[in-house]
């Protein structure tokens, strides 16, 4: 019986010594791990954190390798309103949402100090150690800075009263959101806790900054102020099944209060997200009619959607919900002030790593940037202009791009081409459908369903069947009237004006634009000077100046709406574009 007690307790005392063994084991394996110096963001005093856990301590651990800290060191934060992991570079001011390489790289976890953050399998712990003595009562009110307003989106940091943290260290890290109702009022003192956001050239993707513009207060009544809630302010809601008790854009407005409750029904049954008997075209055709209409209730449908695609888990909802924004800005414009956040908004989600499964996001949030871009008239909604505006997401149109846009959309197609496929089309189908004798050519107008038909196939970079050059002729118009930017930019509009009938001048404004715009003016000329040729006049009735008279309001666009100035600036465009027909050397533009 002693026998098997002294056993027993040797067995007990073998356990202790392996557990004390195992112990101190870890406690050397932790002495020995590797820190880095950080700068804690409230008081500005140096900290230390372990690169594999997270753990700081204000003072470095006895035998502890110190790290020297690089611009390789990239702190691993919590963004608590996407719900995304992020990370801050403290050396260059960096923010990312894609995770640096890992390759000679150091992740410092810092996103549990944040508080609030959902488990990961390696989690970071916070040190206890009280901060050195030279630092802040914890007894004493104290304002904290947040590392979360480093974020990718704002790169400022937000002040603001907290209560008496039970750990101070973690107090600079706590409950770090992307609060902007103080931010106007605090952001004087936050440059004192963390450096502004500075985006850097990076080798991975940077998210964009979103604008850090307020809306401006409204005055409901003499003696109470309502703030406008911002874009990020509203969508931190988020998803939600029932409609707003005040419209998003103008608490104020009773207008507004009496639309809301149907456009936010409309846009949950587009969504999928209510039961209904309407046909989606139809639900996007009454909202695109009233977004149209007014204004303000453009706006009001813009930040609706923001807010029902904003932590959004149903997929075919969040499809739904892009596919509906992007038609409504395509139909529709919103003010500047929403324009800009809306443009923001987009931004974020314009990165294609971060697309969610089944949903091209990113595909989706580029066509809302562009037709946010987009200064030229909208189509009229119509359950046309509906489809078309849907079939535009994944295939971008010719009509309404840029020049630069579209070399770049041709770039695989057509290498080899100097001037955009379309110009160079619809210039071939003119003249091969026989233009150069057709009487009234550029000035007779073409049947409306042929040009519908022949613009649907050229989006879609087929060549239409025309037998009558006048469908296009007045393509090629249209696509000259509808590029954003026209061809003698506003800069260089006076310069064409006053050149006039000095064929020197004339020449050297068109040679001074840049190398898509000099280009394709150059083919568009040397077309009107075919058709100007005497055997050609004979037939057509179009000589230069018929031909300039129809063509410089698509070539030149008068800024000022006073009609006596349209009116004489109408004549001086015309002889400008007639001193080309007749002076100007293109043959540069026939080059390959």
Request: hydrophobic share 35%; glycine share 4%.
């Amino acid at each position: 019986m002693r026998a098997k007690v002294k056993a027993a307790k040797q067995a007990k005392t073998h356990h202790m010594d392996d557990t004390n063994s195992q112990k101190q084991s870890a406690r050397r394996g932790k002495e020995v791990a590797e820190w880095v110096e950080i700068v804690e963001p409230q008081s500005q005093q140096r900290m230390y954190a372990n690169l594999e856990t997270g753990d700081c301590s204000w003072d470095l651990p006895e035998r502890a390798r110190l790290r020297p800290t690089n611009d390789r060191q990239w702190w691993e934060l919590f963004d608590g309103r996407t719900s995304r992991y992020y990370y801050y570079n403290a050396k260059t001011k960096a923010t990312v949402w894609k995770k640096p390489p890992v390759a000679d790289t150091d992740i410092i976890p810092l996103a549990k100090l944040q508080g609030g953050v959902p488990s990961r399998e390696c989690e970071t712990q916070t040190s206890a150690l009280p901060p050195p003595s030279s630092g802040r009562s914890t007894r004493e009110p104290q304002r904290t800075a947040y590392a979360q307003d480093i974020s990718p989106e704002t790169g400022i940091v937000t002040v603001r009263s907290s209560p008496i943290p039970t750990d101070p260290m973690s107090a600079s890290f706590k409950a770090m959101s992307l609060d902007r109702r103080l931010e106007q009022s605090m952001l004087g003192d936050a440059h004192d806790f963390f450096p502004s956001h500075s985006p850097i050239e990076q080798s991975y993707d940077t998210p964009s900054t979103i604008s850090r513009n307020r809306f401006p207060n409204d005055s409901c009544s003499p003696t109470r102020s309502v703030e406008r809630r911002s874009l990020e302010d509203e969508g931190a809601e988020g998803w939600s099944k029932d409609a707003p008790k005040l419209p998003l854009s103008d608490p104020c407005s009773k207008t507004l209060k009496k639309e809301v409750g149907t456009l936010f029904k409309h846009i949950q049954s587009y969504m999928g997200d209510r039961k209904t008997k309407n046909n989606p075209d139809q639900l996007a055709l009454s909202i695109c009619e009233g977004a149209a209409a007014r204004v303000e209730t453009a706006d009001e449908a813009c930040l609706l959607i923001v807010r029902q695609l904003t932590r959004n888990e149903r997929v075919e909802s969040l499809r739904k919900g892009w596919e509906l924004l992007a038609i409504v800005v395509a139909l529709s414009q919103p003010s500047k002030r929403v324009a800009s956040q809306v443009h923001s908004f987009a931004e974020r989600y314009a990165d294609k790593s971060l697309d969610p499964p089944g949903v091209p996001v990113s595909s989706i949030a580029s066509q809302v940037l562009r037709k946010l871009n987009k200064t030229t008239a909208r189509p009229r909604p119509s359950l046309a202009s509906v489809h078309e505006a849907r079939v535009h997401i994944f295939h971008p149109p010719q009509f309404g791009a840029t020049l630069d846009e579209l070399m770049i959309m041709q770039k695989g197609r057509y290498p080899h081409l100097r001037i955009p496929w379309i110009e160079s089309t619809l210039i071939d189908l003119v003249l091969n459908a026989g233009g150069s004798s057709l009487e009234g050519i550029f000035r007779v107008a073409a049947d409306p369903e042929q040009i519908a038909t022949a613009k649907a196939r050229l989006d879609q970079w087929l060549v239409p069947a025309v037998s009558d050059a006048h469908v296009a002729a007045c393509l090629l118009k249209a696509w000259l009237r509808e590029l954003p930017e026209p061809l003698i930019p506003p800069s260089m509009y006076q310069r064409a004006l006053d050149a006039g009938e000095n064929a020197q001048e004339a020449a050297h404004c068109a040679a001074l634009l840049s190398t898509p715009s000099s280009l394709v003016l150059a083919r568009l000329i040397r077309l009107l000077q075919t058709l100007a040729k005497e055997e050609c006049v004979a037939l057509t009735k179009m000589d230069a100046s018929n031909l300039a008279m129809v063509v410089a309001p698509n070539v030149l666009r008068c800024q000022s709406d006073d009609p006596a100035v349209l009116m004489q600036n109408t004549r001086r465009e015309m002889s400008f574009i007639r001193t080309l027909i007749i002076h100007y050397d293109t043959t540069f533009s026939l080059e390959t």
